[in-house]
């Protein structure tokens, strides 16, 4: 579920308390999280809703000067059906605070076997080192470039680096990656290792 940064902002202040989509099917659930650019965004609640439904004070919690413009954007996409959203608080990115933490000693091996069984489930063969040791090699190098050095497609890399990110491993820059300080610190006990 993607964000407009206005919209974020006024989430963050508390201006905004609701969200409209239109959607074939809903793309989030009642208290899911979702990763956005400003936080963590808890959903409270998904309810499928006629546009008859839809107020002005609705349009005002979801960040619209009127109903009027609510729906001008709902209708620019016709196909689906219209969801209202309860959003709540919106919190820090839990991967920020993972990936500059020292993972202890037990969290290493915890790391290590999931790496282990992201290799084991992929079709193209192990790939978690060489991707974090080419984050290393070669940061804020754009993903298309470094896709091509590790014979992959673009949306392929991508996925695996948000795995990778994920597990606080790296960090994404305004161009390319680079290793977090828990990425470096794994891949030097993976070098270690017999």
Do not use: H
């Not at 905004?16 to 208290?31: E, H, I, M, Q, Y």
């Not at 969801?83 to 919106?90: M, N, P, Q, S």
């Not at 090699?137 to 896709?147: F, H, I, N």
């Amino acid at each position: 579920m993607l964000f407009r940064s206005d919209d974020l902002d006024g989430i963050a202040r508390g201006a905004v308390t609701l969200a409209f989509r239109r959607w074939l099917r809903p793309s989030v659930r009642d208290g899911s999280r979702v990763l956005t650019q400003g936080g963590q965004l808890e959903i409270r609640r998904v309810t499928r809703v006629e546009a008859s439904a839809i107020g002005e004070e609705d349009a005002r919690r979801a960040g619209y000067a009127s109903r009027a413009a609510l729906l001008a954007e709902l209708n620019r996409r016709d196909a689906g059906d219209l969801y209202r959203i309860e959003l709540g608080a919106l919190r820090p990115d839990p991967r920020v605070a993972l990936r500059a933490s020292v993972a202890e000693p037990g969290e290493i091996d915890e790391l290590v076997q999931r790496l282990a069984r992201l290799d084991a489930r992929s079709s193209s063969g192990p790939w978690t080192r060489r991707t974090l040791e080419l984050i290393e090699a070669q940061p804020e190098v754009r993903a298309a470039l470094l896709c091509k050095r590790v014979g992959q497609e673009l949306p392929a890399f991508k996925l695996n680096v948000r795995k990778l990110k994920a597990l606080g491993l790296t960090e994404s820059l305004d161009v390319g990656y680079r290793l977090s300080p828990r990425g470096a610190a794994l891949l030097g006990v993976l070098r270690a290792a017999p």
